[in-house]
T-cell receptor, first 110, second 117 residues
Framework: RKEVEQDPGPFNVPEGATVAFNCTYS??????FFWYRQDCRKEPKLLMS???SGNEDGRFTAQLNRASQYISLLIRDSKLSDSATYLC???????????FGKGTTLSVSS | GAVVSQHPSWVICKSGTSVKIECRSL??????MFWYRQFPKQSLMLMAT?????????EQGVEKDKFLINHASLTLSTLTVTSAHPEDSSFYICSAEGETGERDTQYFGPGTRLTVL
């Protein structure tokens, strides 16, 4: 099983749509979870951290299910500017490094 | 805050030459810096982790003699790709972790696109 697995997509949605991304991770000892966003040919940028209680930042909601080792990201009211690749990121067993998923590509069209 | 810069942004070089990439944390002290490589349509792959003043820890499969890492200060780390070959062409990204108040959060530099002819 890969350390961090994501559906690569692409997800093609119209503006205003709600879209959900899922991610699974293999290391049950992981303690830190994040969603990063990466635009084409750019560096990743932190979108949000993911907490056990779930957290929301505007149109973005992240959920963590430790029992299932599953992380999700929900984007409501999609904007054209949301088009990017979304990376699920988990820290390694030692807690010393981050492990990146391959990313899920989102394309929002008008 | 938490800005990381990288230089150069892109470089084209001949096979056999060495290329140095600098990574700087501009407004915080980076206790740890990370070097990643990303091939097209692939995920970021961690190459090595470096702590200021100590030797870098390389991931399995990454040649330490080919990818020289120096972390001389709390704001600067360098990656030197020695005797670069076309297969080393990639997007190299550094990140820094430090006293920013966010646990385990890494801040990424803008990346360096290396093309070896």
């Amino acid at each position: 099983r890969k350390e961090v697995e994501q559906d690569p997509g692409p997800f093609n949605v119209p503006e205003g749509a709600t879209v959900a991304f899922n991610c699974t991770y293999s290391n049950s000892a992981s303690q830190s979870f994040f969603w990063y966003r990466q635009d084409c040919r750019k560096e990743p940028k932190l979108l949000m951290s993911v907490y056990s209680s779930g957290n929301e930042d505007g149109r973005f909601t992240a959920q963590l299910n430790r029992a299932s080792q599953y992380i999700s990201l929900l984007i409501r009211d999609s904007k054209l500017s949301d088009s990017a690749t979304y990376l699920c990121v988990v820290n390694n067993q030692a807690g010393t490094a981050l492990i990146f998923g391959k990313g899920t590509t989102l394309s929002v069209s008008s | 805050g938490a800005v990381v810069s990288q230089h150069p942004s892109w470089v084209i070089c001949k096979s056999g030459t060495s290329v140095k990439i600098e990574c700087r944390s501009l407004d915080f002290q980076a206790t740890t810096m990370f070097w990643y490589r990303q091939f097209p349509k692939q995920s970021l792959m961690l190459m090595a982790t470096s702590n200021e003043g100590s030797k870098a820890t390389y991931e399995q499969g990454v040649e330490k003699d080919k990818f020289l890492i120096n972390h001389a200060s709390l704001t600067l780390s360098t990656l030197t790709v020695t005797s670069a070959h076309p297969e080393d062409s990639s997007f190299y990204i550094c990140s820094a972790e430090g006293e920013t108040g966010e646990r385990d959060t890494q801040y990424f530099g803008p990346g360096t696109r290396l093309t070896v002819l």
